[in-house]
């Protein structure tokens, strides 16, 4: 079964950091784009940041480049997003998604995860 | 950045009944656009990719239509679980991908 497993959110306070994970399976993960999405409470979806197979490539909302980093391990079939200096408008669900394979530009959104929580408050 | 605007906000049709959902774009995205189903604690699904081509597993009951900046989702005879938010998303220029801020469609 393809799936998509996050991990690593929680109650943060304003300024600090957070790690997100997410796990793959039944799929070869190297083989596709990977993207993060969040959505802030009551609000829609916004994407956050793209990355391609070999990690080379990465990019961001320009409103989040510089705080928000995405990166990828093939050897655990995992994605990241390293969240830093982080405000309370960045509380929200963070899904991991898979973009579709052959498909360019790889903006279509096949397989999501059930999302991860993050709240920056005090 | 374009800008995905769908309408209406929220939508309310009976069972049985045709749904017709809009998204307009600021700009031409060629026939980079999808849809995705959102219901409330589950993970969004996409529908429609290319306009109208439908995803994996999607039922024949929903389609895509529409280029340019004019793009709709049709539902053609609702069933209750189809009741969730749903959004378009445009990849044509890019970053960033954005989406539309969302339909509610709601059964009567």
């Known amino acids: 079964e393809v799936q998509l497993v996050e991990s690593g959110g929680g109650l943060v306070q304003p300024g600090g950091s957070l790690r997100l994970s997410c796990a793959a399976s039944?799929?070869?993960?190297?083989?596709?784009?990977m993207n993060w999405v969040r959505q802030a409470p009551g609000k829609g979806l916004d994407w956050v940041a793209s990355?391609?197979?070999?990690?080379?490539?990465?990019f961001y909302v320009d409103s989040l480049r510089g705080r928000f980093t995405i990166s990828r391990d093939h050897a655990k079939n995992s994605l990241f997003l390293q969240m830093n200096s982080l405000r309370p408008e960045d509380t929200g669900i963070y899904y991991c998604?898979?973009?579709?394979?052959?498909?360019?530009?790889?903006?279509?959104?096949?397989?999501w995860g059930q999302g991860t929580t993050v709240t920056v408050g005090s | 950045e374009i800008v995905m605007t769908q309408s209406p906000a929220t939508l309310s049709v009976s069972p049985g009944e045709r749904a017709t959902l809009s998204c307009r774009a600021s700009?031409?995205?060629?026939?980079?656009i999808a849809w995705y189903q959102h219901k409330p604690g589950r993970a969004p699904r996409l529908l429609i990719y290319?306009?109208?081509t439908e995803a994996t597993g999607v039922p024949a009951r929903f389609s895509g239509s529409g280029s340019g900046t004019e793009f709709a989702l049709t539902i053609s005879s609702l069933q209750s679980e189809d009741a969730a938010v749903y959004y378009c998303?445009?990849?044509?220029?890019?970053?960033?991908?954005?989406f539309g801020q969302g339909t509610r469609l709601e059964i009567k």
């Open positions: 998303q445009q990849y044509d220029d890019w970053p960033p991908f954005t």
């Open positions: 990355i391609k197979q070999d990690g080379r490539d990465e």
């Open positions: 039944g799929f070869t993960f190297s083989k596709f784009w």
């Open positions: 998604t898979r973009a579709s394979e052959w498909q360019w530009p790889p903006g279509t959104f096949d397989v």
């Open positions: 700009q031409n995205v060629g026939r980079h």
């Open positions: 290319d306009v109208s």
